[in-house]
């Protein structure tokens, strides 16, 4: 069964710091991924796609792909309390997108 | 622009009642559509998906079934509901792209259901 792990914190920063937040994927043969972020009682919304092995920043957030050691991260720099939320992590293989639980990050003022 | 339209935002339905939630998007043609399930503390779990009109893939067996009468449309049923059917149901869109791809998503702001 294809899977996305994450760890479900919470993860608990100070404003201004860098959060990390990490990911594993089973399958082997996925060609995309994102990360997500969901406030609470709302739905995801995309922040970050990544399709190659590497770094890609958007903003504050740059995402991290390596394909040999199937992980993803996300980066997100001086953190802000309205970056508190659950990120998801996904990928893709063919039509359907994998999500991970989430990991709940909160960002102390 | 394009955008996702979901109702209703809440819903409370009795065990054994059907269900019908409808999602339409706007903006855009021939788009991937997908139903998902998220029940309270957990992860997303894919229920349907659909590549075009009339073209529906289940993921979940269960009480559940989904339609796609137009391109932009898609209606998620059930003839009677179980206590377990109660979630978050979240519709979404990603434009057509072939199969080893993908954009990402687009979710609507989702239905509460509660089965009681």
């Known amino acids: 069964q294809k899977e996305v792990e994450q760890n479900s914190g919470p993860l608990s920063v100070p404003e201004g710091a860098i959060a990390s937040l990490n990911c594993t994927y089973s399958d082997r043969g996925s060609q995309s991924f994102f990360w997500y972020r969901q406030y609470s009682g709302k739905s995801p919304e995309l922040i970050m796609s990544?399709?190659?092995?590497g770094d890609k920043e958007d903003g504050r957030f740059t995402a991290q792909l390596n394909k040999a050691s199937q992980y993803v991260s996300l980066l997100i720099r001086d953190s802000q309390p309205s970056d508190s939320a659950t990120y998801l992590c996904?990928?893709?293989?063919?039509?359907?997108?994998?999500f991970g639980a989430g990991t709940r990050l909160f960002v102390k003022a | 622009s394009q955008t996702i339209h979901q109702w209703p935002a809440t819903l409370v339905q009795p065990v054994g009642s059907p269900l019908s939630l409808e999602c339409t998007v706007e903006?855009?043609?021939?788009?991937?559509l997908y139903w998902y399930r998220q029940a309270a503390g957990r992860g997303l779990q894919l229920l349907f998906y659909s590549v075009g009109i009339g073209q529906i893939s289940s993921e979940v067996p269960q009480n559940l079934s989904a339609s796609r009468p137009q391109d932009r449309q898609f209606i998620l049923s059930s003839k009677k509901l179980l206590l377990s059917d109660s979630g978050f149901y979240l519709c979404?869109?990603?434009?057509?792209?072939?199969?080893?791809?993908?954009?990402?998503?687009?979710f609507g702001s989702g239905t509460r259901l509660t089965v009681v």
């Open positions: 996904a990928t893709t293989g063919g039509f359907k997108t994998i």
């Open positions: 979404a869109w990603s434009p057509r792209a072939r199969s080893d791809f993908n954009y990402g998503y687009t």
């Open positions: 903006g855009t043609s021939n788009p991937n």
């Open positions: 990544i399709y190659s092995n």
